[in-house]
Structures are given as C-alpha cells and as structure tokens.
C-alpha cells in the first residue's frame, strides 16, 4: 500500500517525521544538480525539478525549519539520475505547490445554531528569492484583496457583532493592515466605521478545523459571551478539563450518562442535535426523556447544533455528555461486573487536547 501525505501545518511535519522509515519508498518531486557536454565539449552545470523514487536509508528533522531531510537510493529509472544512485529529498512545508507557498483562508459564518462557509479562498503565492521579493509581494497582494473582497461581499456590518481574523504568524496583523490601508485610499465609510469590530487572533492554520483553537482563545470568549455557540464552547471545553484533573465527574455515551442521571448527579448534560432527528423513535424517546429528567432535577441542558465545530466533537463522544454535581466512581466499577453485556459502554479515555 501507499500514502499521499499533504501537510496542513507545520507540525504535520512532525508525524510525517514519525510515519517514514528506513526501507520505506518515497516519492517525491526535488531538485537535481546535472551536468550536460555540448557538442564543442563544454560541461554545463544546472538544476532541474524531477519526481524521483528513493529507498529510505536515513532520515533527519529540522523541527525549527520543520523539513525533512531524507536520503535514499533511486529506485525508478529517471533521465537524470542513474538507478542505484544516491539522493537526498528535502520535504519542507513551505516547499508546496512546486515552489510556491499557498495561501488559504475560509471566509466563516457563526450563528446561533451553525458555522457556514460562506468562501474558500486559495492564492498560489510565489516564494521569496535571493535578491528579489516582488514577485512574492505581489502574490501576498492578490490574496489579501480576495480576502477582503470577500469580506465586503459577505459580511452584513449592521448585524456581526465581530469579526475575527485568525492566523498563523503575522499574516492577520498584515491582512488587516491592508484592509484598512485600502479603506483609507477608497474612502470606505463602512470598513472605516467599523474598524473597532476587528479582532485579530493567533490560530494554526487557515483551515476551518482551526476554528475551534479561535473560538476558544478567552479573548474570542469574552467578546461572544453572551451566545449560544460560546456557551456551548465553554462548557465543553469544562468537560474536557473535568475528564482530565476529576474525572468521576465527567462521563459521555448513553450507558454511562444514564446512570449518572438515575442518582440526580447530573449538573450539565449536553447532547447533540443529531439524537433528536433519530430515525429510530424509541432513540428519540430515550434522549427526551433523559433531558427531562435532568431538567426535573434542576441540572442544566445544553442541545449542542451538529452543524458547529463543538457540535462535530460532541458527536465523537457520542452526542451526549455530561458534567455531574457529584463524583460517581463506582459506575465505571459496575461496568466491569457486567462485562460485555453492558451494552454501549464507552471507554473513558479521550483526548482533550
């Protein structure tokens, strides 16, 4: 078998650090030093970009720089290296797209009940070379006005209560200062009037999934305090870190939940909005009456929408989870008296990174 690996971020460069070992094939596309004789006997020297297949022999990490080094025989005939023939492909992260950074940005919709992606933006930008960085300039100019183009088309001023600029680095700082650069010289009353409504935030990457890491930087927090979505964000983000420093109270699935609820333990149940559109009514049923009996006991019920980032990781739990009032140990002791006929037990083990 085989694997086609595309770094998202840099630490992905780290597990592909761990996934590639010695004896391994890698291809990969890399640059090769060759020499050519003309037909008066001059040598020429000269780079050229080819695929190559190499045998892994060793492999080394550059974590600061995030490349990969790795050395190897070639395995695939190739017109400019023989068989047989030692080479070393650099993988680096910035390194994609033949040479050219890509610069990514997801244009991002939060409301009440659903994140919508209302664009996609991808602008292949030239890297920086020796001695000349228009060409790079340029590239980076391209991808801020589609940003901000995209920005002015979809974003209703009058309603948004904020608009966050997320990213790796510096390119939220540099974004934002040409958004307000260009406002100035157009004379954009309306990006003018509502500068204050930017919020500039440090996140991974460009990719929806970092959405969650933005959501929960406390300053993102305090702005949003007030809506459902953070609501739901904080009080997942209390469930992770109960799993983690108490975790006999800090249960999910329907088996372990359940019980909780039958001793009025539970202080905070969430669940997702999947289980109440079940195909299967009696799925339903269950999960109504759970959130009533909860209720009944003065606990508090979050319905988490599926359609949010917090949603997608409740639905990995298994659509429901819960914060108890009080530790209940013995659950989990029940569950290993009753074996494999216990039903949907869940493992309590998660990652809460």
């Known amino acids: 078998g085989y694997l086609v690996l595309y770094p998202e971020q840099l630490e992905d460069m780290w597990h592909v650090y761990n996934l590639i070992s010695v004896g391994d094939q890698l291809k990969a596309t890399t640059i090769r030093r060759v020499q050519t004789e003309s037909a008066t006997g001059s040598v020429e020297s000269h780079r050229v970009r080819t695929t190559l297949t190499i045998a892994v022999e060793n492999i080394d990490f550059d974590s600061q720089a995030g490349i990969l080094r790795i050395k190897g025989r070639n395995i695939v005939e190739n017109k400019y290296v023989k068989l047989n023939a030692y080479h070393t492909i650099d993988l680096e992260f910035a390194d994609l797209h033949w040479g050219r950074h890509k610069g990514l940005a997801n244009l991002c919709l939060v409301t009440q009940n659903m994140t919508i992606v209302r664009q996609r933006i991808e ?152 289980l109440f559109r079940s195909a299967d009514i009696q799925t339903r049923r269950k999960y109504i009456r759970l959130v009533e009996n909860v209720r009944s006991h003065g606990g508090k019920v979050l319905v988490f929408s599926s359609m949010h980032v917090s949603g997608e990781q409740l639905n990995q739990l298994g659509g429901v989870a819960s914060i108890l009032n009080f530790p209940l140990p013995d659950i989990e002791d029940e569950d290993e008296e009753e074996g494999d006929g216990g039903g949907d037990n869940n493992a309590q083990e998660v990652n809460a990174n």
């Open 123 to 274: 602008q292949a930008i030239p890297r920086k070379r020796r001695g000349s960085v228009t060409n790079h300039e340029k590239g980076l100019q391209k991808f801020y006005e589609q940003v901000m183009q995209a920005i002015i088309r979809h974003v209703n001023f009058d309603i948004v209560k904020v608009i966050i600029l997320a990213s790796p680095g510096f390119t939220k700082d540099q974004l934002f200062e040409y958004i307000y650069a260009e406002a100035v010289k157009n004379d954009d009353k309306v990006l003018l009037e509502n500068k204050s409504k930017f919020l500039l935030i440090h996140c991974s990457s460009g990719h929806k999934h970092a959405l969650q890491e933005v959501l929960q930087d406390p300053v993102v927090q305090n702005q949003l305090a007030d809506t459902k979505y953070a609501q739901e964000m904080t009080t997942l983000d209390k469930f992770f870190k109960m799993l983690n420093d108490d975790p006999d109270r800090a249960f999910y699935g329907w088996n372990h939940v359940s019980k909780a609820e039958e001793r009025g333990a539970v202080g905070t149940l969430m669940l997702s909005d999947e």
